[in-house]
């Protein structure tokens, strides 16, 4: 408890240094969902430690408490996984094909990295590069479940450090819970979001396996590390498919209509696509991927407006799908 209030002493005087305007009472209560008493306690501990806090009356007649400019600077620093977190916003809003706001992020990251001393660079390198190349980014549309953010760091920390870790895991389709040893190799990010790990004594079918966040309700951190298959690329993983279920890659040809084609031309349907204008002014794109499922369901969204050339199995599981949501 004496650590958190620490720590949110810390947070409160960053806030105050963060805000031109300043925080009023009920603004620190709102930051840390705090009594008023409580945030009145944190707010005089802020002004105790950094005397040259100053209050400000707002427009509204409320008192607005920050510290000037330079006060705490040198209490700033940035951690592998807020560096990490940067890039992998600035990935997500280009797959979403929000170019400019991605540049933007981009930019950012820079201006903070400059902000970062040599010394503490070449400390903070190595976690971003391992959380980066970690941390893959599949979007789909749909709803977020939700998990538990103490054991994503608590997985993120394992992957930077490559330690084993047992998992209490919840499988959704048999309703039971198994406690399962594995080698975290990364985070992939969708939907729903998922640890990519390699679960040591079972190498039948793919090397590297999938584990829902929500569904994991423990970890625990062992002191065995293991050694990366320097042979395994989780960008490569994840390509594997056209969203999170793996699945044998194959040839995939969909062909968009006249009307269509300039909206599909727009899309970037997986990193592997090729697409080919049509003489009657359709566009045909081509791709090698699994998730036929989830192909499907990208597929309702064009209507009559495509058409799909092969696989057979994937025209077969589209029509299976189109009986049943009519029926």
């Known amino acids: ?28 209560q709102r930051m840390f969902d705090i009594t008023e008493r409580t945030a009145h306690r944190l707010r005089n501990a802020v002004i105790e430690l950094f005397p040259s806090a100053e209050v400000i009356v707002g427009p509204d007649q409320r008192r607005y408490w920050r510290l000037p400019r330079g006060t705490a600077d040198k209490m700033v620093e940035f951690s592998p996984e807020e560096l990490a977190a940067l890039d ?88 039971q819970v198994s406690e399962l040893e594995v080698q975290p190799y990364g985070i992939l990010f969708g939907s729903r979001h998922y640890l990519i790990a390699h679960r040591p004594g079972q190498t039948a079918g793919p090397y590297l396996r999938l584990y829902s966040l929500p569904e994991i309700d423990r970890v625990v951190l ?20 056209f969203g999170i279920f793996q699945e044998e890659p194959r040839r995939i040809v969909w062909r968009f209509s006249a009307i269509a084609a300039r909206d599909a031309a727009a899309f970037n349907f997986h990193p592997t ?23 499907c369901w990208h597929l ?9 050339v092969e696989p057979a199995a994937l025209r077969e599981l589209y029509a299976r799908c189109l009986s049943q949501a009519v029926g």
């Open 222 to 241: 062992t002191d065995r590390s293991f050694e990366r298959d320097k042979s395994l690329s989780i960008k490569d993983f994840c390509q594997r498919s």
């Open 1 to 28: 408890m004496r650590q958190e209030n620490a720590i949110r002493i810390l947070r409160l005087a960053l806030a105050m240094r963060g805000s031109a305007g300043g925080l009023s009472l009920d603004d620190m």
């Open 273 to 295: 696509q090729r697409i080919r204008p049509l003489p009657d002014g359709g566009l045909e794109v081509e791709f090698t991927a699994g998730g036929l499922l989830e192909m």
């Open 88 to 175: 992998t916003a600035r990935r997500t809003l280009q797959q979403t094909g929000h170019a400019e706001t991605a540049r933007m992020i981009e930019q950012v990251a820079a201006k903070l990295h400059s902000l970062i001393s040599p010394s503490m660079a070449r400390r903070l390198d190595p976690d971003v590069e391992a959380l980066v190349e970690a941390e893959g980014v599949a979007l789909r549309p749909g709803p977020r479940p939700d998990y538990d953010r103490n054991i994503l760091q608590e997985l993120r920390q394992a992957i930077k450090g490559c330690l084993t870790v047992q998992l209490s895991y919840r499988y959704r389709w048999r309703g």
């Open 300 to 308: 309702f969204t064009w209507g009559k407006n495509v058409e799909i």
